[in-house]
């Protein structure tokens, strides 16, 4: 979840790569290279958190070859993509993949900045997502199978006292409360509006 955000770069020509990493240093940012697609998959970064900026054509595994790799990886490093061989089919074809961004040399370094936010600020907010629904499926794993059932009642709606939910699960209103205090409790919810975000959470990636 903290893990810091990192600005990897894999580009071939040694000049680029060193005036890049120089450059986004001097912005603040933690930089790694890479001479190649295979030292970078060598060095098992796709997992770690910042942005991906890659060169598409290069010797060996290519940027688009490496984008493939990453999604069947699954994958969720942010790539921009920065070539001097640009073209049309090929800018969509990396786009269309989930490129989150496609530059033309010679770049701008201010829109490269700014790509490089965004791309970073994207991969946090979707880690953070992730950490918030695993989080979530840790708790509703805790739940007994009534108090499954009673939580499926009570953010189902839409009578949610207690004396409606024991009747239509066939027990007394009193352990209808005991079992949702218990819930709540589990679920880290101090309501009714915070369990229900909490139970989608939990089912967003439910297999």
Do not use: W
Request: glycine share 6%; hydrophobic share 45%; net charge neutral.
């Amino acid at each position: 979840m903290n893990a810091p955000a990192t600005v990897f770069v894999v580009e071939d020509d040694a000049a680029v790569r060193r005036a890049l990493s120089v450059a986004l240093r001097e912005r603040g940012y933690t930089v790694e290279s890479f001479a190649s697609a295979e030292a970078f998959l060598e060095a098992g970064c796709e997992g770690r958190a910042g942005c991906l900026l890659l060169d598409i054509r290069m010797p060996g595994i290519g940027g688009l070859e490496l984008q493939d790799r990453l999604k069947r990886a699954d994958s969720a490093l942010p790539v921009i993509f920065i070539t001097a061989h640009a073209n049309v089919p090929m800018a969509v074809s990396a786009v269309r993949k989930g490129a989150f961004d496609f530059l033309e040399k010679p770049y701008d370094l201010d829109a490269l900045i700014d790509s490089i936010d965004a791309a970073v600020a994207s991969d946090r907010l979707q880690r953070e997502t992730q950490e918030k629904e695993a989080e979530a499926r840790r708790r509703y794993r805790q739940l007994s199978t009534r108090e499954r059932e009673v939580l499926a009642l009570l953010i189902a709606g839409p009578d949610t006292s207690n004396r409606a939910i024991a009747g239509q699960l066939g027990i007394s209103h009193r352990t209808v409360e005991t079992y949702r205090g218990r819930l709540m409790q589990k679920m880290g919810a101090r309501s009714l509006v915070e369990l229900a975000r909490i139970a989608a959470l939990a089912e967003s990636r439910e297999a």
